[in-house]
């Protein structure tokens, strides 16, 4: 890969990241009450998923793995990033959007 494909490349990624900040902000700052609370529920994966996507590309060149026997590794090390980007997601901004989580679900 030559050097304007990485930068390219970093581009997108903070571009994702940036697009997941804007989009949280959008829905759950200022038209919160415009949506029903299961679609915005539902529709946090949207900027979870950007921001996941982002930061996995903007990590891949440190830990991308050098031979085989670091795959293992590499494969642990993302696995446990995105755990505690999924558990952020979760245990922070969900209860932030909804406290009674049952209770928006209307179960």
């Known amino acids: 890969m030559t050097a304007t494909e990485g930068k390219k490349g970093r581009l997108l990624y903070w ?3 940036v697009l997941a900040i804007i989009i949280g902000i959008i829905f759950y700052g200022g038209f919160t009450n415009d949506f029903s609370m299961k679609f915005l529920l539902f529709f946090s994966g949207v900027p979870f998923l950007l921001f996941v996507s982002g930061a996995f590309g903007l990590l891949w060149p440190k830990l991308k793995p050098s031979g085989e026997e670091s795959y293992i590794i590499h494969s642990l090390v993302l696995g446990l990033i995105f755990f505690v980007l999924f558990l952020l997601h979760v245990w922070v901004i969900l209860p932030l959007i909804c406290p009674e ?5 209307d179960i």
């Open 101 to 105: 989580f049952r209770d928006c679900l």
């Open 15 to 17: 571009i994702l990241i």
